[in-house]
Protein backbone atom coordinates (compact mmCIF):
# COMPACT_ATOMS: atom_id res chain seq x y z
CA UNK A 1 0.00 0.00 0.00
CA UNK A 2 1.64 3.18 -1.31
CA UNK A 3 1.85 5.70 2.17
CA UNK A 4 0.14 8.58 1.57
CA UNK A 5 2.32 12.10 2.54
CA UNK A 6 0.85 14.14 4.96
CA UNK A 7 -0.96 17.20 5.16
CA UNK A 8 -4.00 19.49 5.02
CA UNK A 9 -5.84 19.14 1.36
CA UNK A 10 -5.87 21.57 -0.63
CA UNK A 11 -8.47 21.57 -3.05
CA UNK A 12 -8.15 23.06 -6.80
CA UNK A 13 -9.86 26.62 -6.15
CA UNK A 14 -7.29 26.45 -3.02
CA UNK A 15 -4.57 25.77 -4.97
CA UNK A 16 -5.93 28.62 -7.86
CA UNK A 17 -6.58 31.34 -5.59
CA UNK A 18 -2.97 30.42 -3.61
CA UNK A 19 -1.36 30.67 -7.55
CA UNK A 20 -3.01 33.91 -8.76
CA UNK A 21 -1.94 35.79 -5.53
CA UNK A 22 1.54 35.26 -6.13
CA UNK A 23 0.88 35.62 -10.21
CA UNK A 24 -0.04 39.28 -9.69
CA UNK A 25 -3.46 37.99 -10.73
CA UNK A 26 -6.09 38.75 -7.79
CA UNK A 27 -5.42 41.69 -7.71
CA UNK A 28 -2.71 44.23 -9.65
CA UNK A 29 0.64 44.76 -7.93
CA UNK A 30 1.89 48.12 -7.45
CA UNK A 31 5.50 46.85 -8.43
CA UNK A 32 7.83 47.97 -10.95
CA UNK A 33 8.02 46.00 -14.29
CA UNK A 34 11.33 45.06 -12.77
CA UNK A 35 10.54 44.16 -9.68
CA UNK A 36 7.24 41.94 -11.19
CA UNK A 37 9.91 40.19 -14.04
CA UNK A 38 12.25 39.23 -10.54
CA UNK A 39 9.40 37.80 -8.44
CA UNK A 40 7.67 36.10 -11.66
CA UNK A 41 11.29 34.63 -12.22
CA UNK A 42 11.00 35.34 -15.73
CA UNK A 43 8.46 35.94 -18.09
CA UNK A 44 7.99 33.53 -21.36
CA UNK A 45 8.40 35.78 -24.51
CA UNK A 46 8.75 33.12 -27.90
CA UNK A 47 6.74 35.99 -29.22
CA UNK A 48 7.70 39.95 -29.01
CA UNK A 49 4.37 41.04 -27.62
CA UNK A 50 3.67 38.37 -24.76
CA UNK A 51 5.38 40.02 -22.00
CA UNK A 52 3.72 43.02 -22.55
CA UNK A 53 0.35 41.91 -22.15
CA UNK A 54 1.56 39.81 -18.82
CA UNK A 55 2.93 42.49 -17.31
CA UNK A 56 -0.59 44.58 -18.71
CA UNK A 57 -2.90 41.97 -16.86
CA UNK A 58 -0.64 41.84 -13.38
CA UNK A 59 0.85 45.66 -12.71
CA UNK A 60 -1.31 48.55 -11.97
CA UNK A 61 0.12 51.88 -13.83
CA UNK A 62 1.76 49.57 -16.59
CA UNK A 63 2.59 51.00 -19.96
CA UNK A 64 4.94 49.22 -22.48
CA UNK A 65 7.06 51.67 -22.33
CA UNK A 66 8.45 50.33 -18.98
CA UNK A 67 9.62 47.11 -19.79
CA UNK A 68 10.98 48.44 -23.22
CA UNK A 69 13.06 51.09 -21.41
CA UNK A 70 14.65 48.36 -18.90
CA UNK A 71 15.67 45.61 -22.29
CA UNK A 72 17.14 48.80 -24.19
CA UNK A 73 19.10 49.66 -20.48
CA UNK A 74 20.39 46.03 -20.72
CA UNK A 75 18.53 45.55 -16.85
CA UNK A 76 16.32 42.58 -18.66
CA UNK A 77 17.33 40.34 -21.69
CA UNK A 78 14.98 37.98 -24.10
CA UNK A 79 17.52 34.41 -23.53
CA UNK A 80 16.22 30.83 -23.69
CA UNK A 81 16.41 29.30 -20.41
CA UNK A 82 13.13 27.56 -18.79
CA UNK A 83 11.91 24.30 -20.45
CA UNK A 84 14.15 25.46 -23.26
CA UNK A 85 12.32 28.24 -24.49
CA UNK A 86 12.50 32.06 -24.63
CA UNK A 87 12.32 33.92 -21.58
CA UNK A 88 12.46 37.84 -20.31
CA UNK A 89 14.62 37.66 -17.40
CA UNK A 90 16.32 40.62 -15.43
CA UNK A 91 20.04 40.62 -16.02
CA UNK A 92 20.66 39.29 -13.00
CA UNK A 93 18.50 35.82 -13.25
CA UNK A 94 19.69 35.26 -17.00
CA UNK A 95 23.16 35.19 -15.58
CA UNK A 96 22.17 32.89 -12.91
CA UNK A 97 18.81 31.01 -14.18
CA UNK A 98 21.16 29.98 -17.59
CA UNK A 99 24.21 27.95 -15.84
CA UNK A 100 21.23 25.88 -13.78
CA UNK A 101 19.42 24.91 -16.64
CA UNK A 102 22.13 24.25 -18.78
CA UNK A 103 21.93 20.39 -18.32
CA UNK A 104 18.57 20.39 -20.13
CA UNK A 105 20.40 22.72 -23.01
CA UNK A 106 23.26 19.95 -23.49
CA UNK A 107 20.97 17.34 -23.26
CA UNK A 108 18.94 18.77 -26.16
CA UNK A 109 22.02 18.22 -28.69
CA UNK A 110 21.38 14.95 -28.64
CA UNK A 111 18.96 15.34 -31.17
CA UNK A 112 21.36 17.34 -33.54
CA UNK A 113 24.02 14.50 -33.15
CA UNK A 114 24.01 13.09 -36.45
CA UNK A 115 24.44 16.96 -37.75
CA UNK A 116 27.31 17.35 -35.78
CA UNK A 117 29.56 14.26 -36.28
CA UNK A 118 32.93 15.35 -35.98
CA UNK A 119 31.92 18.45 -34.52
CA UNK A 120 34.35 19.13 -30.88
CA UNK A 121 31.54 21.21 -29.11
CA UNK A 122 34.49 23.05 -27.13
CA UNK A 123 36.13 24.15 -30.36
CA UNK A 124 32.57 24.99 -31.78
CA UNK A 125 31.51 27.05 -28.10
CA UNK A 126 34.77 29.42 -28.42
CA UNK A 127 34.59 30.00 -31.80
CA UNK A 128 30.73 30.99 -31.60
CA UNK A 129 31.37 32.90 -28.58
CA UNK A 130 34.66 35.16 -30.81
CA UNK A 131 31.90 35.89 -33.52
CA UNK A 132 28.85 36.91 -31.42
CA UNK A 133 31.02 39.09 -29.25
CA UNK A 134 32.67 40.92 -32.70
CA UNK A 135 29.21 41.73 -33.29
CA UNK A 136 25.59 39.80 -33.26
CA UNK A 137 24.98 37.75 -35.59
CA UNK A 138 21.80 35.89 -36.55
CA UNK A 139 21.36 32.28 -36.87
CA UNK A 140 21.86 32.24 -40.41
CA UNK A 141 25.20 34.56 -40.29
CA UNK A 142 26.44 32.06 -37.30
CA UNK A 143 25.07 29.53 -39.66
CA UNK A 144 26.93 30.60 -42.35
CA UNK A 145 30.04 31.22 -40.31
CA UNK A 146 30.71 28.09 -38.77
CA UNK A 147 29.83 26.42 -41.95
CA UNK A 148 33.69 27.24 -42.83
CA UNK A 149 35.07 25.54 -40.11
CA UNK A 150 32.98 22.65 -40.60
CA UNK A 151 31.83 22.18 -43.87
CA UNK A 152 30.80 18.80 -43.61
CA UNK A 153 28.09 18.93 -40.78
CA UNK A 154 24.38 20.22 -40.99
CA UNK A 155 24.83 24.33 -40.60
CA UNK A 156 21.29 24.03 -39.09
CA UNK A 157 22.90 21.72 -36.21
CA UNK A 158 25.85 24.18 -36.22
CA UNK A 159 23.83 27.26 -35.31
CA UNK A 160 21.63 25.11 -32.85
CA UNK A 161 24.71 23.82 -31.30
CA UNK A 162 26.01 27.48 -30.73
CA UNK A 163 22.74 28.59 -28.68
CA UNK A 164 22.46 25.48 -26.99
CA UNK A 165 26.44 25.83 -25.65
CA UNK A 166 25.98 29.20 -24.99
CA UNK A 167 23.84 31.67 -23.22
CA UNK A 168 22.81 34.01 -26.23
CA UNK A 169 20.72 37.04 -25.65
CA UNK A 170 18.75 38.50 -28.50
CA UNK A 171 20.06 41.96 -28.42
CA UNK A 172 17.81 45.03 -28.95
CA UNK A 173 15.58 46.70 -31.05
CA UNK A 174 14.31 43.29 -31.24
CA UNK A 175 11.88 42.55 -27.97
CA UNK A 176 10.96 46.50 -27.85
CA UNK A 177 7.28 47.58 -28.53
CA UNK A 178 6.24 49.13 -31.69
CA UNK A 179 9.52 48.41 -33.17
CA UNK A 180 11.08 45.57 -34.94
CA UNK A 181 14.13 43.71 -35.79
CA UNK A 182 16.10 40.54 -36.83
CA UNK A 183 16.98 38.63 -34.12
CA UNK A 184 20.60 38.96 -33.34
CA UNK A 185 22.59 37.08 -30.89
CA UNK A 186 25.79 37.99 -28.47
CA UNK A 187 26.49 36.42 -25.41
CA UNK A 188 25.04 37.02 -21.96
CA UNK A 189 28.29 37.93 -20.63
CA UNK A 190 29.35 40.65 -23.47
CA UNK A 191 25.80 42.11 -23.32
CA UNK A 192 25.56 42.97 -19.53
CA UNK A 193 29.47 43.31 -19.00
CA UNK A 194 30.10 40.84 -16.39
CA UNK A 195 30.73 37.23 -15.78
CA UNK A 196 27.47 34.52 -15.54
CA UNK A 197 27.39 32.18 -12.29
CA UNK A 198 29.34 29.25 -12.33
CA UNK A 199 27.25 25.92 -13.43
CA UNK A 200 25.99 24.39 -9.95
CA UNK A 201 28.10 21.29 -9.43
CA UNK A 202 26.23 17.84 -8.80
CA UNK A 203 25.29 17.58 -5.30
CA UNK A 204 25.69 21.03 -4.17
CA UNK A 205 22.81 23.01 -2.58
CA UNK A 206 22.59 26.83 -3.39
CA UNK A 207 21.53 27.62 -6.82
CA UNK A 208 19.12 24.74 -6.92
CA UNK A 209 17.61 25.44 -3.63
CA UNK A 210 17.80 29.36 -4.04
CA UNK A 211 15.35 28.44 -7.57
CA UNK A 212 13.01 25.94 -5.38
CA UNK A 213 12.30 28.67 -2.98
CA UNK A 214 11.87 31.48 -5.39
CA UNK A 215 9.19 28.57 -7.67
CA UNK A 216 7.08 28.41 -5.02
CA UNK A 217 7.23 31.96 -4.18
CA UNK A 218 5.90 32.45 -7.54
CA UNK A 219 3.76 29.20 -8.41
CA UNK A 220 3.20 27.35 -5.19
CA UNK A 221 2.19 25.15 -3.55
CA UNK A 222 3.60 22.73 -5.71
CA UNK A 223 5.04 19.37 -6.33
CA UNK A 224 8.57 18.34 -7.28
CA UNK A 225 6.69 17.30 -10.67
CA UNK A 226 5.33 20.50 -10.79
CA UNK A 227 8.87 22.34 -10.40
CA UNK A 228 10.15 19.81 -12.60
CA UNK A 229 7.88 20.87 -15.43
CA UNK A 230 8.23 24.70 -15.36
CA UNK A 231 12.19 24.43 -15.37
CA UNK A 232 12.49 22.23 -17.99
CA UNK A 233 14.62 19.71 -15.55
CA UNK A 234 14.98 16.43 -13.62
CA UNK A 235 16.19 15.06 -10.24
CA UNK A 236 14.98 18.01 -8.05
CA UNK A 237 13.53 15.90 -5.21
CA UNK A 238 16.95 16.62 -3.35
CA UNK A 239 16.52 19.82 -3.15
CA UNK A 240 13.35 19.78 -1.71
CA UNK A 241 14.14 17.54 0.81
CA UNK A 242 17.07 19.24 2.03
CA UNK A 243 14.30 22.25 1.99
CA UNK A 244 11.81 19.96 4.05
CA UNK A 245 12.39 21.07 7.52
CA UNK A 246 11.57 24.97 5.78
CA UNK A 247 8.39 23.93 3.88
CA UNK A 248 5.16 23.53 4.76
CA UNK A 249 3.59 20.04 3.19
CA UNK A 250 0.19 19.75 2.12
CA UNK A 251 -1.19 17.16 -0.76
CA UNK A 252 -3.39 17.96 -3.22
CA UNK A 253 -7.18 15.88 -3.89
CA UNK A 254 -5.23 13.25 -5.53
CA UNK A 255 -2.93 12.46 -3.19
CA UNK A 256 0.55 14.51 -4.53
CA UNK A 257 2.56 16.39 -1.92
CA UNK A 258 2.91 19.97 -2.22
CA UNK A 259 5.44 22.06 -0.64
CA UNK A 260 5.10 25.72 0.33
CA UNK A 261 6.63 28.65 2.17
CA UNK A 262 4.96 29.36 5.40
CA UNK A 263 5.07 32.89 5.01
CA UNK A 264 3.19 32.62 1.56
CA UNK A 265 -0.28 34.10 1.06
CA UNK A 266 -3.07 30.97 0.77
CA UNK A 267 -6.30 33.00 0.29
CA UNK A 268 -9.55 31.87 1.09
CA UNK A 269 -10.85 29.56 -1.65
CA UNK A 270 -13.72 31.62 -2.18
CA UNK A 271 -11.98 35.19 -2.92
CA UNK A 272 -13.24 37.06 -5.86
CA UNK A 273 -10.99 36.26 -9.35
CA UNK A 274 -11.78 39.32 -11.71
CA UNK A 275 -11.20 38.59 -14.73
CA UNK A 276 -7.69 38.84 -16.61
CA UNK A 277 -6.28 38.82 -20.23
CA UNK A 278 -3.46 37.05 -20.71
CA UNK A 279 -1.02 36.10 -23.78
CA UNK A 280 0.06 32.60 -25.67
CA UNK A 281 2.33 30.75 -23.45
CA UNK A 282 2.01 32.49 -20.03
CA UNK A 283 3.97 30.54 -17.75
CA UNK A 284 0.42 30.51 -15.50
CA UNK A 285 -0.60 27.78 -17.56
CA UNK A 286 2.83 25.96 -18.06
CA UNK A 287 4.57 25.85 -15.26
CA UNK A 288 2.83 23.04 -13.09
CA UNK A 289 2.64 19.09 -14.07
CA UNK A 290 -0.98 19.09 -12.81
CA UNK A 291 -2.55 22.31 -14.55
CA UNK A 292 -5.91 21.63 -12.98
CA UNK A 293 -5.54 24.21 -11.17
CA UNK A 294 -6.03 26.87 -13.81
CA UNK A 295 -7.57 24.69 -16.66
CA UNK A 296 -10.84 22.56 -15.82
CA UNK A 297 -10.43 19.35 -17.00
CA UNK A 298 -12.78 19.81 -19.64
CA UNK A 299 -10.86 22.81 -21.47
CA UNK A 300 -7.47 21.11 -21.94
CA UNK A 301 -6.14 21.90 -25.08
CA UNK A 302 -8.85 24.78 -25.72
CA UNK A 303 -5.93 27.06 -25.79
CA UNK A 304 -4.55 25.23 -28.66
CA UNK A 305 -4.79 24.32 -32.41
CA UNK A 306 -2.06 22.19 -33.86
CA UNK A 307 0.94 24.11 -33.24
CA UNK A 308 -1.01 27.81 -32.88
CA UNK A 309 -1.40 29.05 -29.44
CA UNK A 310 -3.87 31.51 -28.67
CA UNK A 311 -4.30 33.98 -26.53
CA UNK A 312 -5.98 32.96 -23.02
CA UNK A 313 -9.37 34.24 -20.86
CA UNK A 314 -9.56 33.56 -16.89
CA UNK A 315 -12.68 34.12 -15.37
CA UNK A 316 -13.08 33.97 -11.67
CA UNK A 317 -9.48 32.30 -11.81
CA UNK A 318 -10.19 29.15 -14.13
CA UNK A 319 -9.25 29.05 -17.97
CA UNK A 320 -12.85 30.27 -19.30
CA UNK A 321 -12.01 31.34 -23.44
CA UNK A 322 -9.05 32.85 -25.51
CA UNK A 323 -9.02 36.34 -27.49
CA UNK A 324 -7.55 38.04 -30.65
CA UNK A 325 -6.58 41.03 -32.08
CA UNK A 326 -7.97 40.95 -35.34
CA UNK A 327 -7.97 44.13 -37.59
CA UNK A 328 -9.95 46.74 -35.67
CA UNK A 329 -11.45 44.19 -33.13
CA UNK A 330 -10.75 42.60 -30.09
CA UNK A 331 -12.77 39.10 -30.51
CA UNK A 332 -13.20 37.06 -27.61
CA UNK A 333 -14.50 33.42 -27.95
CA UNK A 334 -15.80 32.01 -24.24
CA UNK A 335 -15.63 28.13 -23.58
CA UNK A 336 -19.54 26.27 -22.60
CA UNK A 337 -21.77 28.91 -24.01
CA UNK A 338 -20.96 30.47 -20.40
CA UNK A 339 -20.92 33.82 -19.51
CA UNK A 340 -24.10 35.62 -17.69
CA UNK A 341 -24.77 39.50 -17.71
CA UNK A 342 -22.17 40.10 -15.34
CA UNK A 343 -19.80 37.98 -16.20
CA UNK A 344 -19.91 39.45 -19.67
CA UNK A 345 -19.94 42.99 -18.39
CA UNK A 346 -16.43 42.37 -16.17
CA UNK A 347 -14.75 40.58 -19.30
CA UNK A 348 -15.68 43.73 -21.57
CA UNK A 349 -14.39 45.99 -18.67
CA UNK A 350 -11.58 44.15 -18.71
CA UNK A 351 -10.89 44.29 -22.46
CA UNK A 352 -11.20 47.83 -22.57
CA UNK A 353 -8.64 48.47 -19.98
CA UNK A 354 -5.75 46.36 -21.81
CA UNK A 355 -6.95 47.64 -25.08
CA UNK A 356 -6.34 51.26 -22.76
CA UNK A 357 -3.10 49.64 -21.73
CA UNK A 358 -1.28 48.57 -24.66
CA UNK A 359 -3.08 50.33 -27.49
CA UNK A 360 -4.39 54.06 -26.71
CA UNK A 361 -5.32 56.04 -29.12
CA UNK A 362 -6.53 53.15 -31.16
CA UNK A 363 -10.31 52.25 -31.44
CA UNK A 364 -11.07 48.66 -31.21
CA UNK A 365 -14.37 47.47 -31.23
CA UNK A 366 -14.98 44.64 -28.61
CA UNK A 367 -17.20 41.38 -29.38
CA UNK A 368 -17.82 37.43 -28.82
CA UNK A 369 -17.48 35.07 -31.70
CA UNK A 370 -14.93 32.41 -32.80
CA UNK A 371 -11.45 32.92 -32.24
CA UNK A 372 -10.59 28.99 -32.67
CA UNK A 373 -11.38 28.29 -36.46
CA UNK A 374 -13.58 24.88 -36.19
CA UNK A 375 -13.67 24.55 -32.32
CA UNK A 376 -16.54 23.65 -30.71
CA UNK A 377 -18.64 26.52 -28.26
Avoid at 157 to 175: F, M, N, Y
Avoid at 202 to 231: C, E, H, I, N
Avoid at 237 to 260: C, V
Amino acid sequence: MTKQPFGPVLGSRALNRATLGRQLLLRRSPWSAKEAVAHLVGLQAQNVKPPYYALAARLDGFVPEQLSQLMADREVVRIVTLRSTIHTHTAADALTLRPLVQPARTRELTAFRKGLAGVDLDRLAALARDLVEAEPRTMAGLREALRGEWPDADPGSLAVAARCVLPLVQVTPRGLWGRSGQVALTTAEHWLGRPAAPAPAPGTSGATDAAVLRYLAAFGPASVKDMQTWAGLTRLRAAFERLRPRLLTFRDENGAELFDLPDAPRPDPDTPAPPRFLPEFDNLLLSHADRTRVVPPGYRGRAWQGNQAFPTLLVDGFLAGVWKLTGDALVIETFGGRSGTAERAAILAEGERMLATLHPGTSYDIRFGAVVPGAGR
